[in-house]
């Protein structure tokens, strides 16, 4: 679900850097411009970690896509299992460059203690070549019913993708990617306060091995910000990231 093909109108493509941008100055006054992750690293509590999902996204008739996504995390120097992801969706391609979808996640959290996650969600997809790099940008809402927590989390996730093709190597390309998660309210005093939630930023290499086939290998930061599990909040995390995407 991640590998939308590229090219469309830009008019589109603009809207959706916009919402991206609102998305960072609603943190930014949201915290008074002093996000509370805006600290030196020595302060953060840090972790080496590893995650390797696979996506497996099947076209369908008549436009409509189905998509599934299996996430073992690892965490604690990757000595734990620290979660499980698993997130199926049905999407409608409403153009060649963009679509819709409407999905469901079961989360299952084993660190520092177990914990399970239901939720939907809804995104928004699209996706465009400039020149060679090829742009996607995903915008994503969730619906959050978390174990132990009364009440329904809303949460707010955008992501920019880019990928370049090497050109003395065209199966081989370079990635880079951010992610934002912004919570949109609080839920009681165990569950998530509303403002920053955590952010991801990606580099590193795609190896396209066929058109149903290709992975992504690299380094993922990832700085969280979770009152409802006070051993994440302020969590620095230096991950190995092995995904792997299977379109058929």
Known sequence: MDRIAASGQNRGWLKLVVIGILVELYVELYTGGEPSYAQ?????????????????TVALPSSFLAYMEVSPRFSNDVSDLDQIVLRPALGYELTENLSIWQGYAWV??????HVEEN???QQLMYGREVANFAILSRTRLEERWIEHVDGTAVRFRHMLRGMYPLPSAPAWALVVYDEIFVNLNTVGTRGPAAGFD???FFLGINRTFSTQFDVDVGYQNQLLNSRSIPELSNQMNHTILIQFFINL
């Open 108 to 113: 299952s959290n084993y660190q520092p203690s």
């Open 198 to 200: 955590q952010n991801r």
């Open 119 to 121: 939720l939907v969600y």
């Open 40 to 56: 030196t690293a020595s302060t953060f509590n840090q972790d080496f970690r590893l995650w390797s999902p696979v996506y497996l």
